[in-house]
Nanobody, 115 residues
């Protein structure tokens, strides 16, 4: 079982930046895909960005050009750099990992962007 621990959320003004981190309990070389999802109140959880091992990254249209996902294999950590934040980016952000047939989720970290 893969355990994921997120950090880096918080309150920021519109136009500001935050970097989220997701530390995995095992080598991320063994994980097919890692990514970030978010869920705002009353809305469904949606994909923000994902980074497959050896593949190309994918981003939601709403964050393209503002967010960057990256992975540090030596630290078993995936990052989400969020720039030019907007109030509509306010949500709980969840780290995600897909290993084989199984999906794993972190506990979530709150990101709040004030206008």
């Amino acid at each position: 079982q893969v355990r994921l621990v997120e950090s880096g959320g918080g309150l920021v003004q519109a136009g500001g930046s935050l970097r989220l981190s997701c530390a995995a309990s095992e080598s991320i070389f063994s994980i097919n895909t890692m990514g970030w999802y978010r869920q705002a109140p009353g809305l469904q959880r949606e994909l923000v960005a994902r980074i497959p091992i050896g593949g190309t990254t994918n981003y939601a249209d709403s964050v393209k050009g503002r967010f960057t996902i990256s992975r540090d294999n030596a630290k078993n950590t995936v990052y989400l750099q969020m720039n030019s934040l907007k109030p509509e980016d306010t949500a709980v952000y969840y780290c995600y990992a897909k290993k084989g047939w199984y999906d794993y989720w972190g506990q979530g970290t709150q990101v709040t962007v004030s206008s």
